[in-house]
């Protein structure tokens, strides 16, 4: 019997190799677009390594003119509004979180170079963010007056420089000739927000005694259910204290719901254009492999008038389409897996790619299973008298 | 062997109810050789899809074998269609993608028989149509006539004892057609297999042993 159906799927190659090539167009696109909305769920759902509850940033346009004197007035206005009974802690921040903006640099290590962003805080800023250190410890006043600058990193920089050994106390080469000395190592702190790749990243110390250190914007931690309208409160008390300066507050909240929004925007048409192209696949598969058992329904009607029962008939069909099926995915899996061997895609992890596959492979499946079985099932309906005329 | 008892069988499309067959009953006796007549569109063919348990009476009852087989279900029904009947189509039906040998075979298929033994029937049923020499070819590379003895030596391959030929000379001309009614009235003396043959041609009409005229969607005598 299969040797008997392999025969009939062969002579019918040339009808068969354009299904084949129909469920390989339609696997590829299938697995681009799994491989696609996976690899965004996991940047998406990996940590974000700290909290942004009850947290206000308020940005300032610094004189960039009189550094002295820009710091000077940040200094006093921090102090100033740490005084009120709404406000818990009060941090200086050189680039906020959740905004495409941030200080970027390459490190070249034995390891090879590295694309590491980052950002300066005033001290005890990562406890009131909530971040995670897994090595080390924090930043703090010890750190003053070091000949070597003292530096957080980040989990993936450390695996990045130091493989599994430890990096605490270790330095590595900075811009120049500079050197940095590891004192902590913290989870993750993804600036740029959810839809940010995950990446290497490094924290320095902004020291709020020192009067040449600069920063641009203070993020204050509030009371919590601290209202909106407390707002108002603090710009009178922030224009007292620096009359010529204008003071924008925002809450992390609302920076982060921006960031959703605008990453949203940015991959709705990939997203909408890829659904699309997706159905469009989709349907025409769906009628290539329905109109391949439809014309076939006098052959049917045939096989049943010879003695084969409706059931055998309709095995017949389903396995023809599941050997069928099974070798486009093969050649599809020879096609896509060029591109996690080439690694032109970097989160295009091989777990992920697999993954894919293995999604692809049941949706591609199912769909030639019911795409043979269905209409198989109503040729076997009609009595074989009637599949004999059908045409 | 076959009993056909006050059949009906009318088909609706949309608006118009065609009768095709009108209270028939049919006796045919194991080992006879039969041929139905009547003109165009009298319902010949579905009486023999009747015969054939291709197709499903609205009433009446059909017995093979003094079994009562209208209701069976088509589990039941295709042993029945395998090993009891074979069939010769007015258009031939043979499958264009298998070779004349798999085409011959196709019955078999639905048999507990090895390969080997299916390969060796087929060959053995072409041998009886003088048909050995075009095994590998493919239908359509086939006269018509040619084609229609294939269709004759796959309705034998599993050597059934009822031969039902649907016009089995109706595209043919003169010669062959006497070549095809030799072939049957061999079959009918030598394997005493019970034909059932439905024909437009007075002439291989009167060969067979009796003839049923149908006229109308009713037997007429
Ligand atoms: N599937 C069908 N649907 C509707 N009407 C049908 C169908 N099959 C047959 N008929 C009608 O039933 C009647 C008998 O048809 P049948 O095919 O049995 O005639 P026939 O005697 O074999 O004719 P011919 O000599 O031309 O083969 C005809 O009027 C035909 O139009
Ligand atoms: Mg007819």
């Known amino acids: ?391 | 062997m076959i009993r056909i008892e006050r059949v009906k069988k009318s088909y609706r499309t949309d608006t118009i109810q065609t009768t095709a067959l009108n209270d028939v009953s049919v006796h045919i006796k194991s080992g006879e050789f039969v041929s139905i007549m009547g003109p165009s569109g009298c319902g010949k063919s579905t009486l023999m899809n009747m015969i054939g348990l291709l197709d499903k009476p609205c009433e009446g009852k059909i017995y093979i074998d003094a079994q009562r087989i209208e209701s069976y279900n088509d589990k039941s029904i295709a042993p029945i269609r395998n090993e009891k009947i074979g069939f010769i189509f007015q258009s031939f039906h043979l499958i264009n993608d298998l070779s004349v040998l798999d085409n011959v075979e196709l019955p078999l298929l639905y048999r507990k028989i090895s390969a080997k033994e299916r390969r060796r029937l087929a060959l053995e049923a072409l041998d009886k149509v003088s048909l050995n020499a075009r095994a590998k070819h493919f239908p359509n590379q086939l006269s018509g006539g040619q084609q229609q003895r294939v269709a004759i030596a796959r309705a034998i391959v599993g050597n059934p004892k009822i031969l039902l030929a649907d016009e089995p000379t109706g595209n043919l001309d003169s010669a062959m057609g006497n070549e095809i009614m030799t072939i049957l009235d061999d079959l009918n003396k030598k394997e005493k297999t019970t034909i059932v043959m439905v024909t437009h041609d007075d002439e291989k009409a009167q060969l067979t042993e009796r003839i049923i005229r149908l006229f109308d969607g009713q037997l007429v005598n």
């Open chain 1, 1 to 391: 019997m299969f040797a008997h159906i392999f025969k009939m799927m062969w002579q019918r190659k040339r009808a068969n190799s354009l299904i084949i090539i129909e469920i390989v167009i339609a696997f590829i696109v299938l697995l681009a677009v799994v491989a696609f909305i996976r690899v965004s769920y996991q940047t998406y759902s990996a940590p974000l390594g700290f909290e942004f509850d009850n947290t206000w940033s308020i940005e300032f346009e610094p004189d960039i003119k009189d550094r002295e004197k820009t710091g000077l007035t940040a200094r006093q206005t921090l102090q100033v509004i740490s005084q009120l009974p709404e406000i818990e802690d009060a941090h200086t921040m050189y680039f906020p979180p959740f905004i495409e903006a941030s200080s970027s640099t390459t490190i070249d290590t034995e390891n090879g170079e590295f694309f590491v962003l980052s950002t300066a805080v005033s001290d005890g800023a990562q406890q009131a963010m909530g971040m995670k250190l897994l090595a080390g410890r924090w930043l703090n006043e010890s750190d003053n007056g070091q000949t070597i600058r003292s530096v957080l990193i980040n989990k993936l920089l450390k695996d990045n420089i130091f493989g599994d050994g430890n990096a605490v106390n270790q330095l590595f080469d900075y811009e120049g000739d500079e050197k940095l000395r590891v004192v902590g190592v913290f989870e993750d702190f993804r600036q740029m927000g959810e839809f940010s790749s995950v990446g290497n990243y490094m924290m320095f110390r902004t020291d709020l005694d020192n009067p040449k250190s600069y920063y641009r914007s203070i993020h204050i931690w509030v009371k919590p259910g601290t209202p909106r309208a407390f707002e108002e409160k603090l710009q009178k008390l922030l224009h007292q204290s620096a009359p010529n300066w204008q003071f924008e507050v925002t809450t992390w909240q609302q920076l982060r719901d921006e960031h959703i929004r605008s990453g949203m925007v940015v991959r709705i048409i990939p997203i909408v254009i890829s659904l699309f192209l997706m159905l469009m696949v989709a349907f025409g598969l769906l009628g290539v492999l329905w109109q391949n058992v439809t014309r076939r329904t006098q052959e049917l009607g045939l096989r049943r008038a010879m003695g084969a029962t409706a059931a055998m008939v309709q095995m017949q069909i389903v396995f023809e389409l599941l050997v069928i099926s099974l070798m486009a995915i093969t050649i599809g899996f020879l096609i896509a897996i060029q591109l996690p061997i080439s690694g032109v895609i970097e989160q295009l992890t091989w777990s992920i790619f697999f993954q894919s596959v293995a999604i692809s492979t049941v949706i591609i499946m199912l769909l030639s299973v019911a795409c043979a079985y269905y209409p198989s099932l109503i040729a076997t309906r009609y009595l074989p008298a009637d599949a004999l005329h059908y045409e």
